[in-house]
T-cell receptor
Framework: DAGITQSPRHKVTETGTPVTLRCHQT?????MYWYRQDPGHGLRLIHY???????DKGEVSDGYSVSRSKTEDFLLTLESATSSQTSVYFC???????????????FGDGTRLSIL | AQSVTQLGSHVSVSEGALVLLRCNYS??????LFWYVQYPNQGLQLLLK????ATLVKGINGFEAEFKKSETSFHLTKPSAHMSDAAEYFC????????????WGLGTSLAVNP
């Protein structure tokens, strides 16, 4: 299994507080992704990274920011959490070397985030 | 825009019966295709992938899928269902030449009855 660790695994917080989720990989893969999973919506891409300090928006990026200062770590931040951001968040990595290299993504075990 | 359709959000089969989970995609160029499985409270696990080398792809746990360009389909099958196959299954498409974003189906929940 791909070496992906998400932390924390569970978190409960209040509306308006900042929240940071961490994804750590031991595979030295270039591509990393953050998704949220909600009933009826499947998986939706929030942000992704194609290298250190190289990131781009996904389809549901509003209210989220990311940072990647090291190959192994990809952080997702909710600057001011809202109840609509209650979800299960998944990190994924890919060994793709460039845009034309269609390698599969491998997923972490997820973070269950509840915002009250 | 490209899309992925999984027909049937819930599928129920008896143990030992054939499993057929449907996936259709829309793409002007044959894409790369993937099937993932998600067990309760876990992340997604790659079952198999189609990368144009062969139209019939064998994956883990006895699953296989056939790419049919004329039907723009990539249906997942298993000859004999096992109780442990009960899970959520997702089909995903990666447009050829652009791996940055996967396009996901909404998933099919498979129940296996004793």
């Amino acid at each position: 299994d791909a070496g992906i660790t998400q932390s924390p695994r569970h978190k409960v917080t209040e509306t308006g507080t900042p929240v940071t989720l961490r994804c750590h990989q031991t595979e030295n893969h270039r591509y990393m992704y953050w998704y949220r999973q909600d009933p009826g919506h499947g998986l939706r891409l929030i942000h992704y990274s194609y290298g250190v300090k190289d990131t781009d928006k996904g389809e549901v990026s509003d209210g989220y920011s990311v940072s990647r200062s090291k190959t192994e770590d990809f952080l997702l931040t909710l600057e001011s959490a809202t109840s609509s951001q209650t979800s299960v968040y998944f990190c994924a990595i890919s060994e793709a070397q460039g845009p034309g290299d269609n390698q599969p993504q491998h997923f972490g075990d997820g973070t269950r985030l509840s915002i009250l | 825009a490209q899309s992925v359709t999984q027909l049937g959000s819930h599928v129920s089969v008896s143990e030992g019966a054939l499993v057929l989970l449907r996936c259709n995609y829309s793409s002007s160029v044959p894409p790369y295709l993937f099937w993932y499985v998600q067990y309760p409270n876990q992340g997604l696990q790659l079952l198999l992938k189609y990368t144009s080398a062969a139209t019939l792809v064998k994956g883990i746990n006895g699953f296989e899928a056939e790419f049919k360009k004329s039907e723009t389909s990539f249906h997942l099958t298993k000859p004999s269902a096992h109780m442990s196959d009960a899970a959520e299954y997702f089909c995903a498409v990666s447009p050829a030449g652009n791996n940055r974003k996967l396009i996901w189906g909404l998933g099919t929940s498979l129940a296996v009855n004793p």
